[in-house]
């Protein structure tokens, strides 16, 4: 069972365009919501993360929505570039304070590619 | 500063085999977690280790098992290797006792290492 469904698979965006990647969970234990970016023959890397007692957070041109009512968050590249080109997943995990993010509960990932 | 790393990153295997693959984290980083990564799955956490003792455990066969080291280091093992198991085995580490999202508690990940079974 797949506790984080993360849409659309792939995504296709021209330069400069913005790019829109959705995440939606059940669990209520989830109390942080990263986002890691993954290019070819590397592992994921974190990119951004928010806690659901903010609605947004942004750094540089990457935004993440947090929608806590619907239990859904999202992630926005603004003025996408061809170097975002990159399989992005989303990620969850639940409150456990003192303990580490060693498990997290991963989306299945969106292959992004932005023509230039 | 070195990050995550895994050894070897590409090896081949057959069907019944055995493989051991390793992990050194990062410096200072007690926690090792390993997920496995294929195209129909996704990343799916296998087991967390921190102070040499496993702390959490995802839903695998018992062929998967996994040992930490005094220095941290970090070593997973498949037995009798099938072909389903053919992935990208991920390692990552992370800085205990810090809270969710403070920054210092950053799960990061290593390149991978990539096992075929024929």
């Known amino acids: 069972q797949q506790q984080v469904k993360q849409s659309p698979q792939s995504l296709i965006v021209q330069k400069g365009g913005i790019s829109i990647i959705n995440c939606a969970y059940e669990?209520?234990?989830?109390?942080?919501f990263p986002w890691y970016q993954q290019f070819p023959g590397k592992g994921p890397a974190l990119l951004i993360a928010?806690?659901?007692?903010?609605s947004e957070k942004k750094e540089g041109r990457f935004t993440i929505s947090f929608n806590k009512s619907a239990k859904q968050f999202s992630l926005h590249i603004m003025d996408s570039q061809p170097g975002d080109s990159a399989t992005y997943f989303c990620?969850?995990?639940?409150?456990?304070?003192?303990?580490?993010?060693?498990?997290?509960?991963f989306g299945r990932g969106t292959q992004l590619t932005v023509w230039p | 500063k070195a990050g995550v790393t895994q050894t070897p990153r590409y090896l081949i295997k057959t069907r019944g085999q055995q493989v051991t693959l390793s992990c050194s984290p990062i410096?200072?980083?007690?926690?090792v977690s390993w997920y496995q990564q294929t195209p129909g799955q996704g990343l799916q956490f296998l087991f967390e280790?921190?102070?040499?003792?496993?702390?959490n455990k995802g839903n695998f066969p018992g062929r998967f098992s996994g040992r930490q080291f005094s220095n941290s280091r970090s070593e997973m093992n498949v037995s009798t290797l099938e072909l389903g198991d053919s992935a990208l085995y991920l390692c990552?580490?992370?800085?205990?006792?810090?809270?969710?999202?403070?920054?210092?508690?950053?799960?990061?990940f290593g390149a991978g290492s990539r096992l075929t079974v024929l």
């Open positions: 280790y921190f102070s040499e003792t496993q702390r």
């Open positions: 410096s200072g980083h007690r926690s």
């Open positions: 669990n209520t234990a989830f109390d942080y």
């Open positions: 990552a580490s992370s800085r205990e006792g810090q809270p969710h999202g403070s920054g210092a508690n950053v799960l990061t």
């Open positions: 990620a969850a995990t639940p409150a456990d304070r003192g303990s580490t993010l060693g498990r997290l509960y």
């Open positions: 928010i806690r659901p007692d903010v």
